[in-house]
């Protein structure tokens, strides 16, 4: 009985064992001394999701991924990485996924393309039901 409860405490509190004892990377919460590059870095930071959060940009999120990946942005923004290039890597590493604004491709046409059509489909219906109701 003691080995389990033993057990189930060592269950319970491997959440709480998961976090980095690691202290944040230098510009993980700290500004670029430079306001345009900070500008350059905070626009990109907002376009770009946490890896570990539910709908985060990296910009919002307290968890250490995302001050990691604050950090790398601001260190290549300053290095004259353009935000461009940034994304680039990005999207290489993680894939589209990472990204809020998706690029337009074979895969991701459906997402730029459903909202077109449903709203052509609505128009379609309404213009069916008046056509309809001016005949009867």
């Known amino acids: 009985m003691r080995a389990l409860l033993l057990a189930l405490a060592f269950v319970a509190s491997a959440p709480a064992l998961a ?3 690691m202290p944040a990377a230098e510009y993980a919460n700290k500004q670029l001394p430079d306001a345009r590059q900070e500008a350059q870095a905070r626009a990109l930071m907002d376009t770009i999701r946490c890896l570990v959060c539910q709908g985060q940009a990296i910009g919002d999120s307290d968890a250490e991924m995302a001050g ?3 950090a790398l942005i601001r260190t290549r923004i300053q290095a004259g990485e353009s935000p461009e290039q940034i994304r680039a890597w990005l999207v290489s590493r993680y894939g ?4 809020y604004d ?10 730029w393309a459903a909202p077109l059509l449903l709203v052509l489909f609505g128009l ?10 001016r005949k009867g």
């Open 19 to 21: 976090d980095s004892l």
């Open 68 to 70: 990691d990946m604050r």
């Open 96 to 99: 589209n996924w990472v990204t």
């Open 102 to 111: 998706p690029p337009l491709d074979a895969m991701t046409w459906p997402l």
């Open 124 to 133: 379609w219906l309404v213009r069916g039901r008046f056509k309809r109701r």
